[in-house]
């Protein structure tokens, strides 16, 4: 197994880290706040479990909770094996919230978006208990050259009706249901895709490009699931709108099969 990378975090860094955590909770005023710990590595856990605050806070704690674990590996020795599961933890929670993997590779103090995605493929066999192998790694990478090849041909469509859907959040949340008042959870997600669709870079050679483009995918497909066109009349416009987003995720979902 390759050696490791740990970046060397000064205790004032961790310190000011774990205070921002805390400052950025209070100021959000986080439902779970009172079980907010002090320990560096027991709020990078903390992190990783409670995550009832807006993205924006989310993704700001990922990234300094991340630091503090590459804190914890020095000043920590006796734990790696934790110290590797809360790891992969925040890894699957950044990627999840929109973080790209260089901002990823930054906290971590690795050279490349490459690595991170080492780093998650490593820990991914290692709860499977499989090796962690270079065979993998290429199986991964071959993965994203057909998603970026993918992308490269179909992103516009996928991001202009998804667009369009959003345009339609109103329509699509009354025919979701009956009721004068929308489903919240199905509104919600309306919001985190608008939010995902948002953070999507317009360059595609910007490495945060892929990474937000999958998640915005995923979270298409989820809300797609659980829209319902029924009252919609037989040749209305925004069945047809469903229809093609839904050929397009599901071709996307294929490409990173």
Do not use: K
């Not at 080492?118 to 050259?145: F, K, N, Q």
């Not at 497909?221 to 047809?240: Q, Y």
């Amino acid at each position: 197994m390759p050696t490791r990378t740990v970046r060397p975090v000064p205790e004032s860094e961790a310190l000011r880290r774990a205070e921002e955590i805390a400052a950025r909770r209070a100021r959000c005023d986080d439902p779970d706040r009172e079980a907010l710990p002090d320990g560096p590595l027991e709020l990078a856990a903390y992190v990783a479990a409670h995550r009832r605050v807006p993205g924006e806070v989310l993704r700001r704690d990922v990234l300094d909770a991340l630091v503090l674990l590459e804190y914890g590996r020095r000043a920590v020795p006796a734990l790696p094996g934790r110290l590797d599961r809360l790891e992969a933890r925040l890894l699957a929670l950044g990627v999840e919230t929109g973080l790209s993997l260089g901002e990823l590779a930054a906290a971590l103090g690795l050279r490349s978006r490459q690595a991170v995605q080492h780093r998650i493929l490593r820990h991914a066999a290692a709860e499977r208990g499989g090796p962690r192998s270079e065979v993998a790694e290429r199986a991964a990478r071959r993965t994203e050259s057909r998603e970026r090849a993918w992308l490269d041909r179909n992103a516009g469509g996928l991001l202009a009706c998804t667009a369009r859907l959003l345009e339609h959040r109103g329509l699509l949340l009354t025919a979701a249901g009956p009721g004068p008042v929308p489903d919240p959870d199905l509104a919600e997600a309306f919001d985190d895709l608008a939010e995902s669709l948002s953070r999507v870079p317009a360059d595609p050679r910007d490495p945060a490009y892929l990474t937000r483009t999958r998640h915005l995918a995923a979270r298409l497909r989820l809300l797609l699931a659980d829209l319902a066109p029924g009252p919609l009349p037989e040749g209305h416009p925004v069945r047809a709108l469903l229809a093609r987003t839904a050929r397009l995720a599901a071709a996307h979902q294929s490409a990173c099969g």
